[in-house]
Protein backbone atom coordinates (compact mmCIF):
# COMPACT_ATOMS: atom_id res chain seq x y z
CA UNK A 1 0.00 0.00 0.00
CA UNK A 2 1.62 3.28 -1.07
CA UNK A 3 1.41 6.09 1.39
CA UNK A 4 -0.94 8.30 -0.27
CA UNK A 5 -4.13 5.19 0.06
CA UNK A 6 -3.20 4.79 3.44
CA UNK A 7 -5.00 7.03 6.00
CA UNK A 8 -3.79 9.90 7.49
CA UNK A 9 -4.75 8.98 10.98
CA UNK A 10 -2.88 5.87 10.31
CA UNK A 11 0.55 8.15 8.79
CA UNK A 12 -0.06 8.15 5.49
CA UNK A 13 -0.49 11.22 3.36
CA UNK A 14 -3.48 13.47 3.64
CA UNK A 15 -5.84 13.83 0.69
CA UNK A 16 -5.73 18.08 1.09
CA UNK A 17 -2.49 19.63 3.10
CA UNK A 18 -3.60 23.20 3.08
CA UNK A 19 -7.11 24.36 4.63
CA UNK A 20 -10.06 24.95 2.84
CA UNK A 21 -10.70 28.33 1.66
CA UNK A 22 -12.19 30.61 3.95
CA UNK A 23 -15.64 32.88 2.94
CA UNK A 24 -15.28 36.63 2.32
CA UNK A 25 -17.85 38.15 3.81
CA UNK A 26 -17.25 42.14 2.26
CA UNK A 27 -19.55 43.43 0.16
CA UNK A 28 -17.58 46.11 -1.05
CA UNK A 29 -18.21 49.82 -1.52
CA UNK A 30 -21.48 50.05 -1.83
CA UNK A 31 -22.34 48.83 1.47
CA UNK A 32 -19.53 51.58 3.02
CA UNK A 33 -21.26 54.34 1.45
CA UNK A 34 -24.07 53.62 2.46
CA UNK A 35 -22.93 53.11 6.03
CA UNK A 36 -21.43 56.50 5.66
CA UNK A 37 -25.05 58.08 4.64
CA UNK A 38 -26.51 56.65 7.76
CA UNK A 39 -23.69 58.15 10.23
CA UNK A 40 -23.27 61.07 8.69
CA UNK A 41 -27.51 61.65 8.53
CA UNK A 42 -27.18 61.21 12.70
CA UNK A 43 -30.34 59.11 12.33
CA UNK A 44 -29.82 55.18 12.87
CA UNK A 45 -33.05 54.15 14.29
CA UNK A 46 -35.75 52.58 11.44
CA UNK A 47 -38.51 54.90 13.14
CA UNK A 48 -38.51 57.44 10.78
CA UNK A 49 -35.26 56.29 8.82
CA UNK A 50 -35.76 54.61 5.36
CA UNK A 51 -33.16 51.98 4.77
CA UNK A 52 -34.70 49.06 7.22
CA UNK A 53 -37.97 50.27 5.19
CA UNK A 54 -36.41 49.74 1.91
CA UNK A 55 -34.88 46.18 2.67
CA UNK A 56 -38.17 45.29 3.74
CA UNK A 57 -39.78 45.71 0.73
CA UNK A 58 -36.23 44.58 -1.72
CA UNK A 59 -36.79 41.29 0.18
CA UNK A 60 -40.24 41.34 -0.06
CA UNK A 61 -40.40 41.63 -4.06
CA UNK A 62 -36.76 39.33 -3.66
CA UNK A 63 -39.57 36.40 -2.64
CA UNK A 64 -42.35 37.98 -4.32
CA UNK A 65 -44.33 38.06 -1.14
CA UNK A 66 -46.48 40.79 -0.20
CA UNK A 67 -44.92 41.81 3.18
CA UNK A 68 -41.47 41.80 5.03
CA UNK A 69 -41.03 42.70 8.40
CA UNK A 70 -37.38 43.23 9.34
CA UNK A 71 -36.03 42.71 13.30
CA UNK A 72 -33.20 42.09 15.44
CA UNK A 73 -32.18 37.96 14.70
CA UNK A 74 -33.60 34.83 12.97
CA UNK A 75 -34.95 34.14 16.44
CA UNK A 76 -36.85 37.47 16.88
CA UNK A 77 -38.17 36.11 12.81
CA UNK A 78 -39.65 33.13 14.08
CA UNK A 79 -41.17 35.07 17.64
CA UNK A 80 -42.66 37.71 15.53
CA UNK A 81 -44.54 34.84 13.65
CA UNK A 82 -45.40 32.99 16.63
CA UNK A 83 -46.41 36.39 18.50
CA UNK A 84 -48.98 36.80 15.66
CA UNK A 85 -50.53 33.48 16.10
CA UNK A 86 -50.97 34.13 19.30
CA UNK A 87 -51.36 30.93 21.03
CA UNK A 88 -53.24 30.33 24.17
CA UNK A 89 -50.76 29.31 27.41
CA UNK A 90 -50.71 25.54 27.03
CA UNK A 91 -51.14 25.68 23.45
CA UNK A 92 -48.59 23.18 21.22
CA UNK A 93 -46.45 23.77 18.73
CA UNK A 94 -44.78 20.92 16.81
CA UNK A 95 -41.31 21.70 15.50
CA UNK A 96 -38.12 19.60 14.14
CA UNK A 97 -35.70 18.07 16.46
CA UNK A 98 -32.76 18.92 14.72
CA UNK A 99 -32.56 22.82 15.36
CA UNK A 100 -30.90 25.69 17.51
CA UNK A 101 -32.78 26.43 20.00
CA UNK A 102 -33.58 29.87 18.49
CA UNK A 103 -36.57 28.05 16.76
CA UNK A 104 -37.73 27.20 20.07
CA UNK A 105 -37.50 30.13 22.86
CA UNK A 106 -40.10 32.13 20.48
CA UNK A 107 -42.32 28.87 21.54
CA UNK A 108 -41.71 29.06 25.09
CA UNK A 109 -41.54 32.88 25.14
CA UNK A 110 -44.87 33.03 24.31
CA UNK A 111 -46.42 30.35 26.87
CA UNK A 112 -47.34 27.47 24.29
CA UNK A 113 -45.25 23.93 24.54
CA UNK A 114 -42.84 22.79 22.26
CA UNK A 115 -43.74 18.89 21.13
CA UNK A 116 -41.31 17.59 18.44
CA UNK A 117 -41.81 15.17 15.58
CA UNK A 118 -39.59 12.75 14.39
CA UNK A 119 -37.28 13.32 11.23
CA UNK A 120 -36.79 10.98 8.26
CA UNK A 121 -33.40 9.55 8.51
CA UNK A 122 -32.48 10.58 4.99
CA UNK A 123 -32.83 13.95 4.83
CA UNK A 124 -33.14 15.18 8.70
CA UNK A 125 -35.92 16.68 8.40
CA UNK A 126 -39.57 17.07 9.52
CA UNK A 127 -41.23 13.14 8.90
CA UNK A 128 -44.90 14.30 7.74
CA UNK A 129 -45.89 10.89 8.84
CA UNK A 130 -44.94 11.08 12.56
CA UNK A 131 -46.15 14.83 12.83
CA UNK A 132 -49.43 13.62 12.30
CA UNK A 133 -49.42 11.30 15.35
CA UNK A 134 -48.23 14.42 17.53
CA UNK A 135 -50.89 16.91 17.00
CA UNK A 136 -53.57 17.19 19.56
CA UNK A 137 -56.38 19.28 20.64
CA UNK A 138 -54.39 22.11 21.76
CA UNK A 139 -51.94 21.92 18.78
CA UNK A 140 -52.24 25.22 16.92
CA UNK A 141 -48.89 25.19 14.84
CA UNK A 142 -45.94 23.24 13.02
CA UNK A 143 -42.04 25.21 12.11
CA UNK A 144 -40.86 22.79 9.83
CA UNK A 145 -37.00 23.70 9.96
CA UNK A 146 -35.01 23.93 6.54
CA UNK A 147 -32.04 21.78 7.69
CA UNK A 148 -28.73 23.12 5.97
CA UNK A 149 -30.68 24.26 3.17
CA UNK A 150 -32.79 21.10 1.87
CA UNK A 151 -36.46 21.86 1.66
CA UNK A 152 -38.58 19.75 3.76
CA UNK A 153 -41.65 17.66 2.30
CA UNK A 154 -43.90 20.60 1.96
CA UNK A 155 -46.29 19.10 0.22
CA UNK A 156 -47.03 16.38 2.81
CA UNK A 157 -46.51 18.71 5.25
CA UNK A 158 -49.16 21.17 3.93
CA UNK A 159 -51.60 18.19 3.51
CA UNK A 160 -51.51 17.10 7.33
CA UNK A 161 -51.67 20.78 8.61
CA UNK A 162 -54.78 21.64 6.05
CA UNK A 163 -56.39 18.43 7.63
CA UNK A 164 -56.64 19.93 11.05
CA UNK A 165 -56.41 23.50 10.60
CA UNK A 166 -52.98 24.47 11.34
CA UNK A 167 -50.56 27.50 10.43
CA UNK A 168 -46.79 26.54 8.57
CA UNK A 169 -44.10 28.70 10.27
CA UNK A 170 -41.40 28.00 8.00
CA UNK A 171 -37.53 28.14 9.54
CA UNK A 172 -35.69 29.00 6.35
CA UNK A 173 -32.73 30.56 8.20
CA UNK A 174 -30.22 28.14 6.89
CA UNK A 175 -32.21 27.94 3.36
CA UNK A 176 -32.22 31.14 1.64
CA UNK A 177 -33.33 30.26 -2.36
CA UNK A 178 -33.80 26.62 -1.44
CA UNK A 179 -36.29 25.72 -4.04
CA UNK A 180 -39.22 23.07 -3.65
CA UNK A 181 -41.17 21.98 -6.90
CA UNK A 182 -39.83 25.32 -8.51
CA UNK A 183 -40.96 27.41 -4.74
CA UNK A 184 -39.07 29.15 -3.15
CA UNK A 185 -39.41 27.99 0.34
CA UNK A 186 -40.42 30.66 2.96
CA UNK A 187 -43.26 31.72 0.47
CA UNK A 188 -45.02 27.72 0.85
CA UNK A 189 -46.28 28.57 4.32
CA UNK A 190 -48.25 30.90 5.91
CA UNK A 191 -44.94 32.57 6.84
CA UNK A 192 -40.84 32.38 6.21
CA UNK A 193 -38.59 33.21 9.19
CA UNK A 194 -34.87 34.04 7.76
CA UNK A 195 -31.80 34.75 10.06
CA UNK A 196 -29.15 37.19 8.66
CA UNK A 197 -27.01 36.09 11.16
CA UNK A 198 -22.95 36.01 10.43
CA UNK A 199 -22.81 32.44 8.81
CA UNK A 200 -25.71 32.75 7.08
CA UNK A 201 -26.28 33.06 2.92
CA UNK A 202 -27.39 37.02 3.59
CA UNK A 203 -25.88 38.53 6.25
CA UNK A 204 -25.44 41.94 8.53
CA UNK A 205 -24.10 39.80 11.30
CA UNK A 206 -26.92 39.83 13.15
CA UNK A 207 -31.21 40.44 11.61
CA UNK A 208 -34.20 38.25 10.85
CA UNK A 209 -36.30 38.70 8.07
CA UNK A 210 -39.88 37.58 8.26
CA UNK A 211 -42.56 37.43 4.98
CA UNK A 212 -46.04 36.59 4.55
CA UNK A 213 -48.65 36.85 2.19
CA UNK A 214 -50.84 37.84 4.62
CA UNK A 215 -52.13 41.31 5.09
CA UNK A 216 -53.66 40.86 8.64
CA UNK A 217 -50.53 38.72 9.67
CA UNK A 218 -48.33 41.24 8.03
CA UNK A 219 -49.90 43.97 10.44
CA UNK A 220 -50.05 41.33 13.17
CA UNK A 221 -45.83 40.73 12.71
CA UNK A 222 -45.22 44.32 12.59
CA UNK A 223 -47.10 45.39 15.80
CA UNK A 224 -45.36 42.82 17.48
CA UNK A 225 -42.02 43.66 16.32
CA UNK A 226 -42.85 47.22 17.74
CA UNK A 227 -44.10 47.05 21.42
CA UNK A 228 -47.70 46.53 20.16
CA UNK A 229 -47.77 49.48 18.15
CA UNK A 230 -49.58 50.75 15.11
CA UNK A 231 -46.52 53.12 14.69
CA UNK A 232 -46.97 52.64 10.92
CA UNK A 233 -50.87 53.27 9.97
CA UNK A 234 -51.89 55.96 12.63
CA UNK A 235 -50.10 59.13 11.73
CA UNK A 236 -47.41 59.08 14.75
CA UNK A 237 -50.27 58.40 17.28
CA UNK A 238 -48.71 56.99 20.61
CA UNK A 239 -50.71 54.01 21.06
CA UNK A 240 -50.25 49.97 22.45
CA UNK A 241 -53.17 47.23 21.05
CA UNK A 242 -51.33 44.32 22.10
CA UNK A 243 -48.83 43.18 23.91
CA UNK A 244 -45.40 42.79 21.46
CA UNK A 245 -41.73 42.91 22.09
CA UNK A 246 -38.49 46.11 20.77
CA UNK A 247 -37.27 44.22 17.51
CA UNK A 248 -36.77 46.87 15.71
CA UNK A 249 -33.50 46.48 13.24
CA UNK A 250 -31.28 49.44 13.07
CA UNK A 251 -30.88 51.63 10.16
CA UNK A 252 -27.05 50.41 10.08
CA UNK A 253 -27.99 46.96 9.40
CA UNK A 254 -30.63 48.21 7.26
CA UNK A 255 -28.26 49.79 4.83
CA UNK A 256 -25.39 47.00 5.02
CA UNK A 257 -28.26 44.74 3.83
CA UNK A 258 -29.34 46.63 1.00
CA UNK A 259 -26.29 46.65 -0.54
CA UNK A 260 -25.56 42.64 0.32
CA UNK A 261 -29.27 41.56 -0.91
CA UNK A 262 -28.40 41.93 -4.90
CA UNK A 263 -25.58 39.06 -4.27
CA UNK A 264 -27.50 37.03 -2.22
CA UNK A 265 -29.09 34.87 -5.52
CA UNK A 266 -25.54 34.25 -6.92
CA UNK A 267 -23.91 33.21 -3.24
CA UNK A 268 -27.13 30.69 -3.42
CA UNK A 269 -26.63 29.34 -6.87
CA UNK A 270 -22.73 29.04 -6.74
CA UNK A 271 -23.59 26.83 -3.50
CA UNK A 272 -26.27 24.92 -4.82
CA UNK A 273 -23.90 24.16 -7.73
CA UNK A 274 -20.71 23.24 -5.59
CA UNK A 275 -23.62 21.56 -3.67
CA UNK A 276 -24.69 19.00 -6.19
CA UNK A 277 -21.17 18.49 -7.82
CA UNK A 278 -19.91 17.02 -4.70
CA UNK A 279 -23.29 14.64 -4.48
CA UNK A 280 -22.33 13.10 -7.65
CA UNK A 281 -18.94 12.53 -6.91
CA UNK A 282 -19.38 10.66 -4.13
CA UNK A 283 -22.44 8.52 -5.51
CA UNK A 284 -20.81 4.99 -5.55
CA UNK A 285 -18.81 5.81 -2.00
CA UNK A 286 -19.51 2.78 -0.22
CA UNK A 287 -21.68 3.88 3.20
CA UNK A 288 -22.05 7.50 2.71
CA UNK A 289 -25.62 8.66 2.37
CA UNK A 290 -25.95 12.82 1.34
CA UNK A 291 -28.72 14.45 3.03
CA UNK A 292 -31.55 13.35 0.38
CA UNK A 293 -32.77 15.99 -1.72
CA UNK A 294 -36.21 14.93 -3.50
CA UNK A 295 -36.29 15.12 -7.15
CA UNK A 296 -37.49 18.86 -8.30
CA UNK A 297 -36.07 20.50 -4.84
CA UNK A 298 -32.60 22.28 -4.80
CA UNK A 299 -30.54 22.49 -1.38
CA UNK A 300 -28.58 25.66 -1.30
CA UNK A 301 -26.32 23.94 1.29
CA UNK A 302 -25.49 26.20 4.40
CA UNK A 303 -23.27 23.25 5.30
CA UNK A 304 -22.92 19.85 3.45
CA UNK A 305 -24.72 17.04 5.42
CA UNK A 306 -23.97 12.98 5.15
CA UNK A 307 -24.67 9.99 6.93
CA UNK A 308 -22.08 7.38 7.26
CA UNK A 309 -23.69 4.02 8.16
CA UNK A 310 -21.36 1.95 10.71
CA UNK A 311 -23.36 -1.24 9.43
CA UNK A 312 -21.90 -0.38 5.62
CA UNK A 313 -18.52 1.64 6.27
CA UNK A 314 -17.76 -0.91 9.44
CA UNK A 315 -16.27 2.09 11.81
CA UNK A 316 -18.15 4.29 13.81
CA UNK A 317 -19.31 7.45 12.57
CA UNK A 318 -17.34 9.66 15.01
CA UNK A 319 -14.16 7.64 13.73
CA UNK A 320 -15.20 8.42 10.01
CA UNK A 321 -15.43 11.84 10.95
CA UNK A 322 -12.13 11.76 12.63
CA UNK A 323 -10.31 10.16 9.87
CA UNK A 324 -11.91 12.88 7.45
CA UNK A 325 -10.53 15.70 9.61
CA UNK A 326 -7.07 14.08 9.87
CA UNK A 327 -6.85 13.85 5.47
CA UNK A 328 -7.49 17.76 5.78
CA UNK A 329 -11.18 17.83 5.44
CA UNK A 330 -12.74 19.65 8.58
CA UNK A 331 -15.98 18.41 9.53
CA UNK A 332 -18.41 17.81 12.70
CA UNK A 333 -19.58 14.85 14.06
CA UNK A 334 -23.60 14.39 15.39
CA UNK A 335 -24.01 18.15 14.25
CA UNK A 336 -25.85 19.52 17.25
CA UNK A 337 -24.99 16.20 19.38
CA UNK A 338 -28.51 15.08 20.69
CA UNK A 339 -32.24 15.90 20.10
CA UNK A 340 -32.66 19.90 20.91
CA UNK A 341 -35.21 19.03 23.71
CA UNK A 342 -32.92 16.65 25.54
CA UNK A 343 -30.86 19.95 26.05
CA UNK A 344 -31.38 21.21 29.64
CA UNK A 345 -33.33 24.23 28.74
CA UNK A 346 -36.03 22.30 27.20
CA UNK A 347 -35.35 19.37 29.03
CA UNK A 348 -36.04 20.43 32.65
CA UNK A 349 -39.25 22.17 31.79
CA UNK A 350 -38.44 25.60 33.49
CA UNK A 351 -38.88 28.56 31.63
CA UNK A 352 -39.88 30.95 34.23
CA UNK A 353 -38.49 30.79 37.94
CA UNK A 354 -38.92 27.09 39.53
CA UNK A 355 -42.23 27.30 38.21
CA UNK A 356 -43.26 24.73 35.30
CA UNK A 357 -46.07 27.01 33.89
CA UNK A 358 -46.79 26.04 30.48
CA UNK A 359 -46.15 22.57 31.29
CA UNK A 360 -48.59 22.30 34.66
CA UNK A 361 -51.63 23.22 31.82
CA UNK A 362 -51.21 19.56 30.22
CA UNK A 363 -53.08 16.87 31.58
CA UNK A 364 -50.60 14.92 33.25
CA UNK A 365 -51.67 11.68 31.37
CA UNK A 366 -50.87 13.00 27.69
CA UNK A 367 -47.95 15.73 28.86
CA UNK A 368 -45.20 16.07 26.27
CA UNK A 369 -41.86 14.26 26.95
CA UNK A 370 -38.36 15.17 26.84
CA UNK A 371 -36.63 12.24 26.86
CA UNK A 372 -34.54 9.33 25.24
CA UNK A 373 -36.76 7.41 22.94
CA UNK A 374 -38.87 10.08 22.14
CA UNK A 375 -37.60 10.84 18.82
CA UNK A 376 -35.77 7.52 17.68
CA UNK A 377 -35.00 8.15 14.21
CA UNK A 378 -33.67 11.31 15.15
CA UNK A 379 -30.99 9.83 17.67
CA UNK A 380 -30.24 7.30 14.91
CA UNK A 381 -29.54 10.03 12.01
CA UNK A 382 -27.59 12.29 14.29
CA UNK A 383 -25.25 9.67 15.38
CA UNK A 384 -24.74 8.85 11.58
CA UNK A 385 -24.39 12.44 10.63
CA UNK A 386 -21.07 14.00 9.60
CA UNK A 387 -21.12 17.54 8.58
CA UNK A 388 -18.44 19.50 6.20
CA UNK A 389 -18.52 23.52 6.01
CA UNK A 390 -19.57 24.20 1.87
CA UNK A 391 -20.24 27.55 0.93
CA UNK A 392 -19.75 30.04 -2.38
CA UNK A 393 -15.95 30.64 -2.24
CA UNK A 394 -15.09 27.00 -2.43
CA UNK A 395 -13.48 26.11 -5.90
CA UNK A 396 -13.84 23.15 -7.73
CA UNK A 397 -10.82 21.52 -6.56
CA UNK A 398 -11.98 22.34 -3.21
CA UNK A 399 -14.95 19.66 -3.67
CA UNK A 400 -13.01 17.64 -5.42
CA UNK A 401 -10.50 16.85 -2.34
CA UNK A 402 -13.59 16.80 -0.45
CA UNK A 403 -14.35 13.58 -2.67
CA UNK A 404 -11.53 12.23 -2.99
CA UNK A 405 -11.13 12.37 0.80
CA UNK A 406 -14.27 10.81 1.28
CA UNK A 407 -13.31 7.97 -1.35
CA UNK A 408 -10.40 7.28 0.90
CA UNK A 409 -12.02 6.66 4.16
CA UNK A 410 -14.76 4.94 3.10
CA UNK A 411 -12.12 2.31 0.51
CA UNK A 412 -9.91 2.72 3.83
CA UNK A 413 -12.11 1.87 6.80
CA UNK A 414 -11.25 -1.58 7.21
CA UNK A 415 -7.40 -0.40 8.51
CA UNK A 416 -9.43 1.80 10.82
CA UNK A 417 -11.14 -1.28 11.93
CA UNK A 418 -8.28 -3.62 12.55
CA UNK A 419 -6.04 -0.50 13.83
Known amino acids: MSNADKLALLGGTPVRSTPLGGRNRYTGKDALDNLRQVLEGGHMTRVGGTWVQRLEQEFAAFYGAGHCTASTSGTSAIHVAVGALNPEPGDEIIAAPITDLGTIIP ?23 DLERRITPRTRAIIPVHLGGHPCDLAEILAVTERHGLVV ?39 GLTITDDP ?28 GFNYEMSELHGAVAVAELPYVEGVCSRRTALGERLTSLIADCPGVHPQAVRE ?34 GCGWQYIGKPIFMYEAVRRKRV ?6 PFSLQDPAHAVRYEEGECPVCEQALDEMITIGLHEDYTEQDVEDIAAALHKVAAGAAQLAAA
Request: net charge neutral; aromatic share 14%.
Open 107 to 129: ILAQNAIPVFADVQRATFNLDPA
Open 169 to 207: IEDCSQAYCATYQGRRVGTIGKVGCFSMQQSKHFTTGQG
Open 216 to 243: DWALRIKRFADKGMPRYSAAGARDYLSF
Open 296 to 329: GNHSTYWFYALRAVPEETGIHASKFAQALSAEGI
Open 352 to 357: YGESDF
